[in-house]
């Protein structure tokens, strides 16, 4: 467990990272979407460079997929606080 612990303070510190450099982002669900599949093609472009020029790249793919969920722990906390902005009409 303490290894998943550490895994989930490195997310906690990606999403505080996040925050220092956008500020609170105010967006609709599918543009968090479109966010959350931009960083999942970073984890595909990365995990390409793992399998055609070798493990030196893991600690990328690793970093790409902390991420991954922190976006997704990101729009987790939106949707539990409301904070989206939702659709017209
Ligand atoms: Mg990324």
Redesign the pocket.
């Known amino acids: 467990m303490s290894e998943r612990l550490h895994i989930y303070e490195q997310i906690s510190a990606e999403r505080d990272e996040q925050d220092a450099k956008w500020g609170n982002q105010l967006h609709s669900i599918p543009v968090w979407s479109a966010i959350l599949a931009e ?1 999942c093609g ?1 984890v595909a472009e990365a995990s390409l460079r793992v399998e055609f020029q070798g493990e030196a790249h893991l600690a990328h793919l690793r970093e ?1 997929l902390v ?1 991954v969920a922190a976006v997704a722990v990101h729009i987790i906390e939106k949707i539990d606080s409301g904070d989206w902005v939702r659709p017209e009409g």
């Open positions: 960083e970073e790409e991420q």
